[in-house]
Structures are given as C-alpha cells and as structure tokens.
C-alpha cells in the first residue's frame, strides 16, 4: 500500500512538473522592438554614400524583442540600419558578418514552443524583423541579422557588394555580459610623462627589446614566468581590431564567481570563450590585457598576456606580453581556484601562430624577430611560475600593425635575429631586389578608424568603463 501511495505521489509530481514544462515552453510574449532600449550602444559609420548604424543585443534585449530566450541556443541578434544615399543599390553580404548566420525561419525553429499557432506567429515575426540583403538609391533598411552568440567586445564586419563596387565597415561593439579584466585599468595614468622612451632609430629600439627581462614574474618578483615572447607596435585600435578579426576573445576577471564557470565548463567538456587568465607581472602590475582563442573545450587555448610599456617607436604605442598554447586542465594545490591549465611546452608553436594568424587577416606590415628570452632545449627546459617545463629559441616576434590591408607578399622583414643565416640572405637579397622595382599602388583604403578618445584603447571598449 505504501509503495502504491508513492508511486501516485511519484506520478503526480512528474505530472505537474509536465504541465510547467509545457507551459514554459508555450511562452511566446515578445516585447515591442521600440520598448527596448538597445540603441543606447548603437555605432554609426559611413563610406562613401552609405551610413551604417549597428548594434548588439544581450542575451536579456534579446528575449524581450523575440519573446524567446535566444541566447540560450547560441544565437545573438545583430541591429543594421543602411541609408543608401548613393545612385547605385547595394547587397549586404550576411556572411561578412558571419559564415554561419541563422535564417529567421531557422532561428524560429530552433526556439519554436508547444502551441503550433505560436510558432507560425513567431515565424512571421522573426522574418519580419530580419534586413532587407537589397537597398536601392534613396532606400532606408533596418532590421536584424541573426549571428552566433558572442559576448565582451562582438566584431561586426558589414560588407556591402554593388555593381563593381564593395564597400566594408568594420564595427566593434560592447556587449553586456561579461565584465572583462581590462576595464579595471586606467590606461591613461599608467605612465607618467617622464617615464615615456621615444625610440626613432630602429637600431635602438631593437637594442632595448633585446636588453629588457626574459619573462614574467610572480607577484613576490622573485621567480620568472612565462617568456615574453611577443612585441605588437601599433595604434592600439588598430591591434585590437586586427586580433578580434582574428577571433581572439577578451577575458574575463579572476572571481569566485568565473572560477565557477571554469569548473563548470571543465567538468562538462564545454568550452568557455572568455574564461580568465591567472595574474602574472611585468613592470610590477598584472597584466593590462589577456586575451585568448579557444577550441571546442575550456581545456584547450591559446591565450596572450600584455602589457602597454613606456616605450614609443616612431610615434606608436608598443606592447610586450607573452603567448602560449593551453593543452589541458589539471588540479594544484598552488592557486585558490585549485585548478590550472597544463601548457605546450613548445612555446614558439604559439608565438609563430599569432604571427600567421595577424597575417591572414592582412594586418601585419613588418616583422622581426629580436633576442631577449633565451634559449632552453628539450633536454634542459625551464619552468613558468606553476612548474610546467618549456623550451624556446630564445626570441621575441616584433610585429608591426598596419590600418590597410597588406597583402602577405608585401610584409617587410627586419634583418635582426633570425635563426638562420640562408634566411637572412633571402631576405637581404629580396630586399635588394625590391629597390630596383617600382613600388605597386597602394592597397585601397577600406575604413579610416574613428579619432580615439584614449591612445591606447578602441573607443568602444572605454564607452564600458563610464
């Protein structure tokens, strides 16, 4: 007898629980798109005879304008509103925005409920609120284009293709959702005007990159870290633009609450796109900006530490930091979070990557590599903070950040320290040859970059700090 009174009991619970379930999934109350103040981060642009306005939705702006939380399914509605003012139509490309867009008949499958006359409501109103891909002379069109969720800074590439004609404007737009370590840093009063080194002779530049100290350190200063592998001199929207087009992702803060998500992620096998980074020193603070590129799993990524030093050359900002390749997870007794993530010990691997991955979004106008970090082998490797060996050639990449598009056969190498002899020889003998020939046009100018109110941070990331 008791056993049946459970097993009603048990039946009526998991009967309940189905009439909840099924009345959660029926939800389907959208807020009117004018009700949700989502322009407020809105950015405007304009090349040519076209304007641009775009942006983001958080997760939150997102269930209010489409009555269903799309966020949960990895989908993040981008605004565009395109003013042709131009005697020519123009087609917005989606897949500029990204490869992997969802159709509003898609994405309203994906979120449909249980009431069948919902979900051909929700239809009609997810295609009614996507953009018009077509806008004619004199035409206005706004609407939504439905992208992968991102969260932190979201890079938005809006191409618009005409009759032999392509206009492209790059956005990078904040997001709600993640409070990312470098908003804690006042990049303006790190130096003050005294401490700053001008370099205008490149012998000299090169001599201080070679001199300044192999690696990190910890927050005792008393053992060396991660080799400070790579130098990035550029505007520094101009670097940031170039890594997020590459698809590296800002990081959250250290917290007990990203901890969490760090083991959630771990536990599960996901991954966590803005996971932190641990604190390591240079010039006696934490890291300015960590940012990293990750795979399917929390335990696998490249990440980069960097730091904005008092040095200028030639006029522009230049960064040290250091890059590496996470290849798992592991438990230590070492740091509160009792969680770090074991890395490559080959760290040139991840050094060089950066260098290509600059490469293939044509950012990358110079390069060279310079000693400083000091060699180590396999056979007798050194050891990051945490104890995990490497070993390295001993250099530091030095990348030159360019605003127009270089072509990868138009990147100029510096004679410094290459490894081998045979490479320097080609590249004085290509050098040498490219003087006798004439120089090819310049590449066309697709964007001119918006003043910055800061030197060293894009604008739209400064907009979080207010």
């Given amino acids: 007898m008791k056993f049946l009174q459970i097993n009603i009991t048990t039946q009526s619970l998991a009967a309940v629980m189905m009439i909840v379930l099924v009345s ?66 123009f087609a917005l490309i989606f897949q500029s925005i990204d490869p992997a867009y969802f159709s509003a008949s898609e994405t309203a499958h994906i979120n449909r409920v249980s009431d069948k006359q919902k979900n051909k409501q929700m239809e009609e109103d997810y295609r009614k609120m996507a953009i018009d891909f077509l806008i004619n002379p004199g035409e206005t069109k706004s609407g939504f284009v439905y992208t992968k969720l991102g969260l932190g800074t979201k890079v938005v590439p809006v191409e618009l293709f005409g009759p032999k004609q392509v206009r492209t404007l790059v956005f990078y737009i904040p997001v709600p959702g993640i409070k990312a370590d470098h908003l804690r840093v006042n990049f303006d009063d790190l130096y003050k005007p005294e401490e700053f080194i001008i370099f205008d002779k490149e012998e000299d530049f090169r001599a201080k990159l070679s001199d300044f100290q192999c690696c990190t350190r910890n927050k005792k200063d008393n053992k060396d870290g991660d080799p ?45 796109l803005n996971a932190p980074v641990s604190p390591q020193y240079v010039f006696g ?140 020889e080609v590249i004085e003998k290509l050098q040498l040859e490219s003087t006798f020939k004439p120089e090819s046009p310049a590449p066309k100018k697709l964007e001119r ?17 207010q």
Wanted: net charge positive; aromatic share 8%.
């Fill in 285 to 424: 603070r934490v890291q300015d900006i960590a940012l990293q590129k990750g795979r399917d799993s929390v335990n696998e990524r490249n990440h980069m530490r960097l730091w904005l030093t008092p040095w200028r050359f030639q006029g522009n900002p230049v960064w040290i930091g250091q890059i590496s390749r996470d290849i798992g997870i592991r438990l230590t007794s070492k740091v509160w979070s009792l969680t770090t993530h074991a890395v490559d010990p080959e760290v040139d691997d991840a050094r060089d990557y950066l260098i290509t991955d600059v490469m293939s979004v044509q950012s990358l106008t110079k390069l060279g590599l310079v000693k400083g970090v000091g060699a180590a082998t396999p056979e007798n490797p050194r050891e990051i903070i945490l104890g995990d060996p490497y070993w390295t050639d001993g250099h530091r990449a030095v990348m030159f950040f360019s605003e127009k598009h270089v072509a990868m056969n138009d990147i100029k190498f510096l004679i410094w320290d290459f490894r081998m002899k045979e490479a320097k």
């Fill in 228 to 272: 400070l592998n790579i130098v990035l001199v550029g505007r520094s929207d101009t670097i940031y633009g170039a890594l997020a087009r590459a698809g590296w992702d800002e990081t959250e803060a250290v917290t007990f609450s990203t901890a969490l998500k760090m083991a959630k992620a771990f536990l599960r096998g996901k991954m966590y």
């Fill in 449 to 465: 970059k918006p003043a910055l109110r800061s030197e060293y941070l894009p604008p739209e990331i400064l907009k979080l700090k």
């Fill in 24 to 89: 959660a999934c029926s939800t389907y109350k959208p807020v009117p798109i004018d009700k949700v103040d989502f322009h407020q981060r809105s950015q405007t642009k304009s090349v040519g005879g076209l304007t641009v306005t775009a942006s983001v939705l958080s997760p939150k702006e997102s269930e209010q304008i489409f009555g269903r939380p799309l966020a949960k399914k990895e989908i993040q509605p981008v605004w565009l509103k395109i003013v042709n003012n131009e005697d020519i139509p």
